[in-house]
């Protein structure tokens, strides 16, 4: 299903990308901020959660693919 919709680098593994498109292996909480503001974001984040965020992608001018992994 997702093929028409994400490019994958060639270096990853089959299993790779079968677990970056399943849905059960998400389970996070994805946000989109500015840089400036992710930036902020985390530290005041990462200072006070029990748990850690991370910067994970950006995003870039539209290509074939809605994303690339």
Do not use: C, M, R, W
């Not at 079968?18 to 292996?25: E, S």
């Amino acid at each position: 299903f997702v093929n028409e919709y994400v490019h994958f680098q060639n270096s990853l593994s089959e299993i790779d990308q079968l677990l970056a498109a399943d849905a059960q292996t998400s389970g996070g909480l994805l946000i989109s901020l500015s840089n400036e503001n992710a930036d902020k974001f985390l530290d005041i984040f990462n200072s006070t959660a029990p748990f850690p965020a991370y910067k994970i992608g950006l995003i870039t001018k539209k290509t074939d693919y809605i994303i690339s992994i």
